[in-house]
């Protein structure tokens, strides 16, 4: 199985730019569909981008189209969130989430995914 753990969030304004990472160990990660969730204080976990397991499909939610761009690199095991022009309302707790599947069927709900990190704060304050 993978465990995952992200990285890179923080605190900026409104208007700013975040990376967000997960890195990835325990399995072979070019063979994990993954992506990106968030959860604000209240509401329930929603879905932001996903990639599939090459790299070659992406999918995301409409709040992050245009803004949000999902990448990963198998060589090293890493999957990316680049965020530009953030908004107050991106305000969330930021999980990456995988699972072992070649299909290339997007996923976009928290139950496709069998694994998640632990999460990642990011604040945008107006």
């Known amino acids: 199985q993978v465990q995952l753990v992200e990285s890179g969030g923080g605190l900026v304004q409104a208007g700013d730019s975040l990376v967000l990472s997960c890195a990835a160990s325990?399995?072979?990660?070019?063979?994990?569909?993954m992506g990106w969730f968030r959860q604000a204080p209240g509401t329930e976990r929603e879905f932001v981008a996903a990639i599939s397991w090459s790299g070659e499909s992406t999918y995301y939610a409409a709040p992050g189209k245009g803004r949000f761009t999902i990448s990963r690199n198998n060589a090293k095991n890493k999957m990316y969130l680049q965020m530009n022009s953030l908004k107050p309302e991106d305000t969330a707790v930021y999980y990456c989430?995988?699972?072992?599947?070649?299909?290339?069927?997007?996923?976009?709900?928290?139950?496709?995914?069998?694994?998640w990190g632990q999460g990642t704060q990011v604040t945008v304050s107006s």
């Open positions: 989430a995988g699972v072992a599947d070649l299909t290339g069927r997007p996923k976009s709900s928290p139950s496709d995914y069998d694994y």
């Open positions: 325990g399995a072979t990660f070019s063979t994990y569909d």
